[in-house]
């Protein structure tokens, strides 16, 4: 029998194509769960529970670029569109249906501005498809990490949330671990952004009373979270931050819902 913790072999869609193959679904990484060191573990654990459940996925590997995001958010709109049109090209000549990513901002522009310059896919976030993994019994939550009891929050990323409307997903996914589920007091449409979209990833804050992490961190500690569900790869960085910044590391944990579904299932 397999090991289920061994090396997993991720296919490109270069590789798929040259045995005239299509795969089920394309998972998107993005530019955090390629480079950023935190970000490519949660890269690694949606690889995990696709190998687990069986769905045949590839990657575009090296081929794949930025969705344009951050050049959008920016302004530079001329950027954006140079790069969305490589991509919608890429993706169209691999004739990709259906694409999963691990990035809400990948997700929110692939899904919303890409149909604008004639890119249509069917798209979902990891949450969205780790919810609908649960429903159709094919993760159960058992054989790993019991979260039984444990007092877990969740962070609403922006372009999930108030960008497309998905809350119910994520919370769904951490209800189904018998967990305590608590609420920040700004969650949902009322949820507080973790101070890096619009591209402020990339560049130091505007002079301020308050770094906006360091506000949400307040959210977290006043909820008594022992974990903090997030399904963001900046939200992951700026609540990591926020919380080393307020020494609350050995009480308070980061971890991303793939992550935590990969934990629950001993995969």
């Given at each position: 029998?397999?090991?289920?913790?061994?090396?997993?072999?991720?296919?490109?869609?270069?590789?798929?194509?040259?045995?005239?193959?299509?795969?089920?679904?394309?998972?998107?990484?993005?530019?955090?769960?390629?480079?950023?060191?935190?970000?490519?573990?949660?890269?690694?654990?949606?690889?995990?529970?696709?190998?687990?459940?069986?769905?045949?996925?590839?990657?575009?590997?090296?081929?794949?670029?930025?969705?344009?995001?951050?050049?959008?958010?920016?302004?530079?709109?001329?950027?954006?569109?140079?790069?969305?049109?490589?991509?919608?090209?890429?993706?169209?000549?691999?004739?990709?249906?259906?694409?999963?990513?691990?990035?809400?901002?990948?997700?929110?522009?692939?899904?919303?501005?890409?149909?604008?310059?004639?890119?249509?896919?069917?798209?979902?976030?990891?949450?969205?498809?780790?919810?609908?993994?649960?429903?159709?019994?094919?993760?159960?939550?058992?054989?790993?990490?019991?979260?039984?009891?444990?007092?877990?929050?969740?962070?609403?990323?922006?372009?999930?949330?108030?960008?497309?409307?998905?809350?119910?997903?994520?919370?769904?996914?951490?209800?189904?671990?018998?967990?305590?589920?608590?609420?920040?007091?700004?969650?949902?449409?009322?949820?507080?952004?973790?101070?890096?979209?619009?591209?402020?990833?990339?560049?130091?804050?505007?002079p301020g009373k308050k770094d906006i992490n360091m506000e949400r961190v307040a959210d977290v500690i006043e909820a008594k979270a022992q974990v903090v569900a997030a399904a963001c790869p900046f939200c992951?960085?700026?609540?990591?931050?926020?919380?080393?910044?307020?020494?609350?590391?050995?009480?308070?944990?980061?971890?991303?819902?793939?992550?935590?579904?990969?934990?629950?299932?001993?995969?």
């Open positions: 029998m397999e090991n289920p913790k061994s090396e997993i072999k991720i296919p490109t869609m270069a590789e798929m194509a040259a045995e005239g193959k299509e795969p089920e679904i394309l998972f998107w990484v993005g530019c955090a769960g390629s480079f950023d060191e935190r970000a490519r573990k949660i890269t690694r654990d949606i690889c995990k529970i696709l190998h687990h459940v069986g769905i045949s996925y590839a990657v575009l590997g090296t081929e794949e670029g930025c969705t344009g995001d951050p050049a959008k958010r920016a302004g530079n709109e001329f950027l954006f569109q140079m790069q969305a049109m490589m991509t919608i090209q890429l993706l169209d000549g691999y004739n990709i249906k259906k694409i999963v990513t691990g990035c809400p901002h990948c997700f929110n522009t692939i899904k919303n501005e890409y149909p604008g310059l004639g890119g249509n896919y069917e798209v979902i976030h990891h949450t969205q498809l780790i919810q609908q993994l649960i429903n159709d019994g094919k993760l159960k939550a058992e054989g790993g990490e019991s979260f039984k009891g444990k007092r877990i929050t969740y962070h609403d990323p922006c372009y999930l949330g108030r960008g497309n409307n998905v809350y119910e997903a994520p919370r769904a996914a951490l209800e189904f671990l018998d967990t305590e589920l608590i609420e920040m007091k700004r969650c949902k449409s009322n949820g507080l952004c973790c101070g890096a979209g619009g591209a402020q990833m990339f560049k130091e804050p505007e992951m960085t700026m609540l990591t931050d926020g919380i080393k910044h307020q020494d609350k590391q050995q009480e308070i944990q980061v971890l991303d819902i793939a992550e935590i579904t990969v934990k629950a299932n001993g995969l």
